[in-house]
């Protein structure tokens, strides 16, 4: 029974996927969500069998079915990760209409991170749409009696104006001030110890890919070229991944340095 719930979901999640991949090639463009989809290319609308989630791709073999140009690979990439993301939920959350706030939840996050990672910068109609779904969390959490709303809400705002003061203090260099909005939103979507973790996590993670692409930039302006790094790393995906890992496996430094001392609740 639970392969059949992790395959279901797993393709529920590649389609909506699929979805994703239109909103964050179209939003902010002016072009509406709706309409048949087309070859960015030839125009040609494409047909239900050229648009079946990671199959299409790779039976087409990454190409346009009709003028054979390259499609892009994030189609299948952002289809796998979303599916993957929709089978880690339900594994951790298992109570159906639970997880698809959570689906919603990620989804919605995700289309943040890649846009930050394409862009360079955080669309403020989805973050604030996030933001208002987290604080419906601590809200609903305080009237079904289990939640702490002052302490939750407090933590929130705590970590954003952390990311605030990060972003004031370098004028803009290290953060954006649209990650000081995210904060909020994951402040307020995930326990306080959670959220730790997932800071924690996002910098360590972020100063990595950083020297990585630091070290891969200098191998290749040795040979002429090459390799441009482009000092302006987004740091919203390091943010996002890090908020979802932690939510996903509970993930809790402060306990496991502590050695137990601290108890992650939530
Ligand atoms: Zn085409």
């Not at 395959?7 to 939003?27: E, K, P, Q």
């Not at 929130?156 to 909020?184: E, H, Y």
Request: glycine share 10%; charged share 10%.
């Amino acid at each position: 029974m639970d392969t059949i719930i992790y395959v279901a979901t797993f393709i529920l999640g590649t389609i909506i996927g699929s979805f994703l991949n239109v909103v964050i090639f179209r939003y902010n463009t002016g072009k509406t969500m709706g309409g048949r989809s087309m070859c960015l290319s030839c125009s040609k609308t494409l047909k239900w069998n050229h648009l079946i989630p990671v199959l299409s791709y790779l039976f087409l073999l990454g190409r346009c079915a009709y003028c054979k140009t390259k499609v892009s690979i994030q189609y299948p990439i952002i289809e796998v990760l979303t599916g993957l993301a929709f089978m880690l939920i339900v594994h951790r959350v298992y109570l159906i209409p639970i997880a698809f706030i959570y689906f919603i939840v990620f989804s919605i996050l995700l289309v943040i991170a890649v846009y930050d990672y394409r862009h360079k910068i955080i669309p403020d109609g989805l973050v604030y749409a996030f933001i208002g779904i987290s604080f419906l969390r601590i809200a609903t959490e305080y009237f079904w009696g289990g939640g702490a709303f002052m302490q939750d809400f407090s933590s929130g705002l705590i970590i954003s104006l952390f990311f605030a003061t990060l972003w004031w203090v370098s004028d803009g260099r290290w953060m954006g001030f649209g990650d000081a909005k995210l904060a909020l939103g994951i402040g307020w979507l995930l326990p306080f110890c959670q959220n730790v973790s997932a800071i924690m996590l996002a910098f360590f993670v972020g100063s990595i890919v950083g020297l990585f692409l630091m070290f891969v930039a200098k191998m290749t302006s040795k040979r002429g070229g090459g390799f441009a790094f482009d000092k302006e790393i987004p740091f919203a995906p390091f943010l996002i991944f890090s908020a979802f890992v932690s939510f996903v496996f509970n993930f809790d430094i402060l306990g496991i340095i502590m050695g137990g001392v601290f108890v992650c609740l939530g």
